[in-house]
């Protein structure tokens, strides 16, 4: 199977990721307003929830089928395996629900929330993660652009129906459930009908391996992550429950909204994480040490910058961008998004930053790291959710202080095993927050209309327009070199003239 470049992949996951932010604003901007705080606020919740115990019960073992198939296409029982290791994962799931609503502890963990809309929320959760993995096996074979172009296609037509569902309908927490569900399986039918027709799933309900042997594999790699796993589950419900229990569902609405509306901001940067651990894979699995000190080099300080110049401008226009997509309900979600908008500008760094672990089988050293920063989580949501009573805002702060101090932790590991200069790696994130931050403040006080929409968009462009001229002086921001910028501007000229 002939594979698309890396750069054509990343192209069209990028264009794909733009698409996706552009639909994602109109959600944001129809849901939270049609739901309001509290049924937004329970489904934030709800999702977390589920997504978290998936997530727990999946004890990185999605990503070691991700990293054994992009090693060996051939390894068909992979994909059987996994599978059935899904199956279990649902039953387990359905199981834990079930028997903490029959001995009436469900509603200590999920309070306040009605056991129809949890019983949904299973399901969606369910569906959410096996679509992850769908969209694993198409990156492992380097299907990206054709999964990217449909997933687009499949994102406008899933926009029209929730249109239809949101201004003809009774519409409500129940139907916004119902709407998941339909836009999922979907997907799921498309992806498996090109799965088929490029000879994916051939003849993997026929191939012979053993359970066991392929069991011990799995738990060979992914035993290291069991503490972690339970510790990173332990740590993150905590402080979804603890802000639920404390301050109620308005509140994690509040929190919810702004976490969206960051996220659009990493959606830039996404793109590329399952396509570098994939090349990390591969470039271990050949002992090429140099290719991967090459791509952490070129591309993390790239897209951390990618992030810091988007995270810092929502940041700093955080009233406007409430004021555009929500109404007088979520203001008091301001200061929320003030802190949480910047929230992705390490998870990038995370994010890519961790596909290094995944790649190299280093899990025994994630689990360790986690030892010390998911605690350290318990301890920062208690002070500022518990103690100072600062609701979303307290965790806010915390999800921004621990992504900080756990991912140079990271990168002090990465740096050594793939003989880094460390230093250069964090000055590069404070001059780039610094500049930006600067640049941003600067094109926001300009000149202001007094009209949010105006004001965002005249500032977004004196912004852009800002950062141009100073990545054209300081190209090192983006990790690239002067020559690169002239010789794209050259070509581009030679192009249209």
């Not at 307003?33 to 999946?58: E, W």
């Not at 790699?221 to 332990?234: A, D, E, Q, R, T």
């Amino acid at each position: 199977m002939q594979e698309s470049s890396l750069k054509k992949r990343y192209v069209i996951k990028l264009f794909a990721n733009i698409i996706n932010i552009l639909l994602n604003a109109i959600i944001i901007a129809i849901i939270p307003k049609a739901l309001g705080p509290v049924y937004y606020g329970q489904f934030v919740y709800l999702q977390d929830f589920f997504n978290k115990t998936i997530s727990f019960l999946d004890m990185g073992s999605s990503m070691a089928f991700f990293i054994k198939l992009s090693a060996r296409h051939d390894r068909k029982e992979l994909i059987t395996f996994y599978f059935l290791y899904s199956f279990i994962v649902l039953c387990l799931i359905l199981s834990f629900v079930y028997m903490s609503d029959i001995f009436s502890f469900i509603h200590y963990i999920i309070p306040d929330i009605s056991l129809e809309y949890i019983y949904m929320a299973l399901v969606l959760g369910f569906f959410t993660w096996f679509t992850q993995i769908f969209i694993k096996i198409s990156d492992a074979y380097a299907l990206t652009v054709s999964v990217e172009l449909i997933k687009i296609g499949h994102k406008v037509l899933s926009l029209l129906l929730l249109l239809f569902f949101v201004y003809q309908l009774a519409f409500d927490l129940k139907l916004f459930f119902y709407f998941h569900y339909i836009a999922l399986i979907t997907f799921l039918l498309i992806i498996s009908w090109l799965f088929i027709k490029k000879e994916i799933f051939k003849n993997i309900l026929n191939s012979q391996f053993s359970i066991l042997k392929l069991s011990k594999e799995f738990i060979i790699y992914c035993h290291p992550l069991l503490v972690y796993s339970i510790i990173g589950f332990v740590a993150g419900l905590f402080d979804i429950w603890l802000l639920q229990k404390v301050t109620g569902s308005e509140q994690m609405g509040f929190y919810g909204l702004a976490y969206s509306l960051a996220a659009m901001c990493f959606l830039f940067t996404s793109a590329m994480t399952p396509i570098i651990t994939r090349e990390f894979s591969k470039s271990y699995e050949q002992k090429d040490l140099e290719a991967m000190r090459k791509l952490f080099y070129r591309y993390i300080p790239m897209l951390y910058s990618i992030a810091t110049y988007f995270s810092v401008f929502i940041s700093v226009q955080s009233e406007n961008v409430l004021m555009i997509f929500t109404d007088e309900k979520f203001k008091d979600a301001f200061l929320v998004l003030v802190i949480m908008a910047l929230y992705p500008i390490h998870q990038t760094y995370g994010q890519l930053s961790g596909s290094i672990f995944y790649a190299t089988g280093q899990t025994k050293l994630m689990r360790n790291i986690a030892l010390f920063t998911m605690p350290l989580g318990i301890v920062i949501s208690f002070i500022f959710i518990y103690l100072l009573d600062l609701g979303a805002v307290g965790l806010a702060y915390k999800m921004l202080i621990g992504q900080v101090i756990g991912v140079n932790i990271q990168l002090y590991f990465n740096a050594r095993f793939l003989n880094l200069k460390l230093k250069y790696f964090l000055w590069h994130q404070i001059y780039s927050i610094f500049s930006f931050v600067i640049l941003a403040y600067i094109a926001s006080n300009i000149l202001v209309f007094n009209v949010s929409l105006f004001d965002f968009l005249f500032s977004g462009f004196l912004y852009t327009i800002l950062v141009i001229i100073f990545v054209y002086i300081f190209p090192q921001v983006f990790a690239i070199k002067r020559d690169e910028i002239d010789s794209l501007i050259i070509n581009f000229v030679k192009k249209y003239n």
